[in-house]
């Protein structure tokens, strides 16, 4: 393993990788939030259209996902709080951690706080089959910054409990992997990320902060208001996904949550005790689907990193190696040269006012 290390650090990025079900996906990281509480949720408030009427849901856009796409209905957090769940999707492991400051509390009081976990992770294992991949933070203020939160004073937007990427040395230790890990404020950020020379991502993991990511904060602490208001980042980050040279027939989207409000401890495969709870995955494929596809198979975030293992060929990490983590193909319809580009499905998504 060590080899294998010392190898990833100087392996060069390929054009693409090319998967099984798809090429490249785009990983939308979201939070706090139950199943119930973001498809089709209603507070009687809500405008949106067309037509435009009170009564739609607080999160239009999201339920138009889960309605017209692929549809986990029984995904569930690995545990409470956020961080083990991220460390769970990247690694397959969540090291124990029941807190989300663990590598702060872990190394005498300093920033930026050192990353401590030393086994492998997704980026390792793209990286050394050739790939390539980008982390996007919401209000991050630099580039690979290794700080716990920012701002540092008022409310934390960008929180390092939800950057799984600086929690790992191979990581943290990498001047060349820390760039990748980028801040964006605007969905124009993001667009200009997209349409920046040079191989595009096969992986990109984006992270809306706290106030656009359904956690909340004080300033926008209204549950009612963070759900429209992370129904609308969600829409403003598929639509500029969608609409970018990087978003091919090949192209996959995750929209998921860490895991609930803590309304729920249940899990499943290998969830630890107490789970994260049940929450949402979708996936938006390149290309329309034969129809809305359902899955109640039971899946949690070794399921997530299971899809991208198997889809890539690369090596299992963790749980995910394990039988009782299924991948998520039935959510990903095969792609064949009549599909047509889901991007005119996504024109009839419902917008607000």
């Given at each position: ?7 990833l650090?100087?392996?060069p ?127 991050m ?13 008022g ?5 390092r409990?939800?950057n ?43 992270v ?70 049940h ?75």
């Open positions: 393993m060590t080899a294998l290390f010392v190898l650090a100087f392996q990025a390929s054009a693409q990788l090319h998967g099984s079900r798809f090429d490249r996906a785009f990983i939308i990281m979201m939070e706090n939030q139950g199943f119930d509480d973001v498809i089709g949720h209603n507070d009687g408030t809500s405008l949106c259209g067309p037509p435009e009427s009170p009564g739609c849901p607080d999160t239009p856009y999201i339920t138009f996902l889960a309605t017209n796409f692929g549809l986990a209905t029984l995904y569930f957090g690995t545990t409470h709080p956020s961080l083990p769940n991220y460390l769970s999707m990247f690694s397959g492991n969540f090291y124990g951690v029941h807190d989300d400051n663990a590598s702060c509390a872990a190394v005498p009081a300093q920033s930026p706080c050192d990353g401590v976990f030393s086994g492998p992770s997704l980026v390792d294992t793209i990286e050394s089959a050739g790939g390539n991949w980008l982390a996007l933070m919401q209000t203020p630099s580039p690979g910054f290794l700080g716990p939160r920012w701002p540092l004073t409310d934390t937007l960008y929180a409990k939800h799984p990427f600086v929690y790992y040395k191979n990581v943290v230790d990498n001047p060349i992997r820390l760039a990748k890990i980028q801040p964006y404020k605007s969905f124009g950020d993001v667009a200009a990320k997209l349409a920046s020379p040079g191989p595009i991502p096969d992986l990109m993991f984006i809306p902060d706290q106030c656009h990511d359904m956690h909340g904060q004080s300033g926008c602490s209204n549950n009612d208001a963070l759900l429209r208001e992370g129904d609308a980042e969600v829409q403003g980050l598929v639509e500029t996904i969608t609409s970018s040279r990087a978003f091919t027939y090949n192209s996959i989207i995750v929209v998921v949550f860490d895991e609930n409000d803590y309304s729920s401890n249940l899990g499943c495969c290998l969830s630890t005790n107490p789970g994260g709870g929450t949402v995955a979708i996936i938006i494929p390149g290309h329309i689907p034969p129809g809305p596809l359902r899955s109640a198979t039971a899946y949690n975030h070794y399921s997530m990193l299971k899809t991208l293992e198997d889809n890539w060929g690369l090596v299992r990490l963790g749980n995910s190696a394990s039988p009782l983590i299924t991948n998520m193909f039935s959510l990903i319809p095969a792609w064949s040269s009549s599909s047509e580009s889901v991007r005119d499905m996504l024109r009839l998504a419902p917008r607000y006012r």
